[in-house]
């Protein structure tokens, strides 16, 4: 007896395929803005964002998606944490790109699914099997590695992964969808956000009314465009296609951000540096076949 292979559903591969693609693609929109502050970009990132993303909402459901989080006290505080961590990711990650550590910047989501994997250890107590704990180890010598040939740790990818790891973790606890979750980020950060804005524009690094270019302008609106088209095209895309799928897919934007760190913005990356992302795509390999292997396994 035959087994028939399940269809992919071509637009849920296409619209994953297409937000990580974005989002490798990242640095060089933000490298456009170099001549802007980073805190400047990333609070005009999240007003113009969160227009879009709450309007789209409220045009989709009106106040629905408000009123399902709001009788959820547990899911109002922790969103609002979740709000600060991707805050925090995204300033850093912008400030990484504009000041030469695109490379760096790479190795953060590189290892981001291993940090997943060890806060599942230590939060949800979650069990590891050998092949996993043979590949976090070897992406710990990996970082290590790393450390000691630059002299110092790779602050920023342990920083971008820590960031993304603990905000999945938490919106993982709570029971919203990805959309609506992000909607009510946009709530917290936007006032926030809209007062950095204003402070900019009275003379604290701020010119968006005038002293940058029209060019300038559109782009840090557009920003906002920027962040939530490739958020709404993989929370649908997700939710239609497998997750393993999904989980190989995801290699997609730090490869391309490791290629535009060094074929494009020309960051060093000598036999040394290439050592230590060697065994972290060691790692990442024995994560992926195991992964695999088990999914076979219960299929």
Aim: charged fraction near 10%; include cysteine.
């Amino acid at each position: 007896m035959s087994v028939v292979a399940p269809v992919l559903d071509r637009r849920g591969v296409a619209a994953t395929v297409g937000a990580f693609v974005v989002w490798g693609l990242f640095p060089l929109y933000w490298r456009l803005l170099q001549h802007v502050p980073s805190l400047q970009i990333i609070a005009h990132r999240v007003v113009w964002s969160a227009v879009l993303v709450v309007g789209w909402l409220c045009l989709r459901e009106r106040g629905a998606w408000l009123r399902r989080i709001a009788v959820q006290p547990r899911a109002r505080v922790t969103l609002a944490l979740t709000s600060v961590l991707i805050s925090c990711n995204w300033g850093l990650y912008i400030w990484s790109v504009n000041n030469g550590h695109v490379v760096e910047a790479s190795l953060g989501y590189f290892i981001n699914p291993l940090v997943n994997v060890l806060l599942g250890v230590v939060v949800l107590r979650e069990r590891l099997t050998r092949p996993q704990w043979i590949a976090v180890a070897v992406a710990a010598a990996g970082v290590a590695w790393l450390t000691w040939q630059a002299g110092r740790a790779p602050w920023i990818a342990l920083g971008l992964a820590l960031s993304f790891g603990a905000y999945g973790l938490l919106r993982k606890l709570v029971q919203v969808d990805a959309v609506s979750g992000l909607g009510m980020e946009s709530v917290y950060l936007f006032a926030p956000a809209l007062a950095l804005v204003a402070w900019g524009e009275a003379g604290h690094g701020g010119a968006f009314v005038h002293g940058w270019s029209l060019g300038t302008d559109v782009l840090l609106v557009l920003a906002g465009a920027v962040t939530a088209v490739p958020l709404l095209g993989f929370a649908y895309g997700v939710r239609r296609i497998p997750l393993s799928l999904v989980g190989l897919l995801q290699y997609i934007a730090p490869t391309l951000q490791l290629l535009l760190g060094v074929v494009v913005f020309g960051e060093p990356f000598g036999p040394e540096r290439a050592l230590g992302f060697v065994l972290i795509w060691a790692a990442l390999a024995i994560f992926v076949g195991d992964s695999l292997w088990r999914g076979r396994r219960r299929g």
